[in-house]
């Protein structure tokens, strides 16, 4: 079956400190794979996305992922977290098969301590 | 990157009534757009996928004479909740796409439906 398992349901990282959210997916397809951050009662937005090509994908903010095949995985990393960091994180596995669907992992909160 | 608007952000309605949700692409043709559910401290869950001029493909679980979904330009697409209930209650979220491929869906505001 496909799922995406975000396993940290809520982190708590001091301001400045590095960052790295968990994302493992099962996916039958080459899979492309997205982080999504949503503020509370607003929509997504999109941090990055991988499709192809280099494994290690720049994304907005200071984000950056690391799509690893091997081990199914698709981790989120911040060197240096902020206070407006603090949201929820979503990460999501789609496909050109599927017609551009997504799903969704659970997701995980972020909150940034002073 | 291009804009996806929902209308309204949030609506709140008595039971029984029915509601209609707007998603518009405003600076690009979406040939198909997709709806979202998503519950309080949730993750989305998809509802339903639309492509222009088609009838919506739901996904299992769904019930679609409730949740009606009309594509009918490449610009809009609208979700009908029908004799909403309070379980009904929830926040949807639209997304669209031009194309196939390599091509991202850019998601809407989201609207917080309450039904009381």
């Known amino acids: 079956a496909q799922s995406v398992t975000q396993p940290d349901i809520h982190i708590t990282v001091s301001e400045g400190a590095s960052l790295e959210l968990r994302c493992n997916y099962s996916?039958?397809?080459?899979?492309?794979l997205f982080w999504y951050v949503q503020s509370p009662g607003q929509g997504l937005q999109l941090l990055l996305k991988?499709?192809?090509?280099?494994?290690l994908v720049q994304g907005i903010k200071g984000f950056e992922a690391e799509f690893k095949r091997s081990q199914s995985s698709f981790n989120l990393r911040k060197p240096s977290v902020h206070w407006s960091d603090a949201a929820e994180y979503f990460c999501?596995?789609?496909?050109?098969?599927?017609?551009?669907?997504?799903?969704f992992g659970q997701g995980t909160e972020l909150s940034v301590k002073p | 990157g291009a804009v996806v608007s929902q209308h309204p952000s949030w609506v709140i309605c008595k039971s029984g009534t029915s509601v209609k949700i707007e998603c518009r692409s405003l600076?690009?043709?979406?040939?198909?757009m997709f709806w979202y559910r998503q519950f309080p401290k949730q993750s989305l869950m998809l509802m339903a996928t639309?492509?222009?001029?088609?009838?919506?493909?739901?996904e299992q679980g769904v019930e679609k004479d409730k949740f009606l979904i009309n594509h009918a330009s490449l610009t809009l697409s609208t979700l009908t909740v029908t004799s909403a209930h309070p379980e009904d209650s929830s926040f949807y979220i639209c997304?669209?796409?031009?194309?196939?491929?390599?091509?991202?869906?850019?998601f809407g505001q989201g609207t917080r439906l309450t039904v009381v």
């Open positions: 997304s669209a796409r031009s194309g196939t491929g390599n091509t991202e869906a850019f």
């Open positions: 996916y039958g397809a080459t899979p492309y």
């Open positions: 991988y499709f192809s090509g280099d494994t």
């Open positions: 999501a596995v789609g496909s050109y098969n599927q017609g551009g669907k997504l799903i």
């Open positions: 600076d690009f043709q979406a040939t198909t």
């Open positions: 639309s492509n222009e001029g088609s009838k919506a493909t739901y």
